[in-house]
Nanobody, 118 residues
Framework: VQLQASGGGLVQAGGSLRLSCAAS????????MGWHRQAPGKERELVAA???????NYADSVKGRFTISRDNAKNTVYLQMNSLKPGDTAVYYC?????????????WGKGTLVTVSS
């Protein structure tokens, strides 16, 4: 399973970006998909996650500004980011829990850089 993220870039504070992450390869079933981010000098943190049934979870710092969604038919997860702040600057990584009859394995994308200027 491979994850390919896109949509990062440079945006001014208050602006918006939409990240996409598509899973490809030999896919049996994907459970939770999510976005994490890592800012310079900080640990990676969860931004948002969504189950296959559409239940979502957000970090407190992004609630009300970010929206996670997914298209199960396309094995794709999205992150709509509004009202961006300089503190949102980070490399954003998508992940997906791939499940088979035998196990469940987490896969990660390579990351996409989001830079928010003040």
């Amino acid at each position: 399973v491979q994850l390919q993220a896109s949509g990062g870039g440079l945006v001014q504070a208050g602006g918006s970006l939409r990240l996409s992450c598509a899973a490809s390869g030999r896919i049996f079933s994907i459970n939770t998909m999510g976005w994490h981010r890592q800012a310079p000098g900080k640990e990676r943190e969860l931004v948002a996650a969504i189950t296959s049934g559409g239940i979502t979870n957000y970090a407190d710092s992004v609630k009300g500004r970010f929206t996670i969604s997914r298209d199960n038919a396309k094995n794709t997860v999205y992150l709509q980011m509004n009202s961006l702040k300089p503190g949102d600057t980070a490399v954003y990584y998508c992940n997906a829990e791939h499940a088979t009859m035998y196990n469940a394995v987490d896969y990660w994308g390579k990351g996409t850089l989001v830079t928010v200027s003040s």
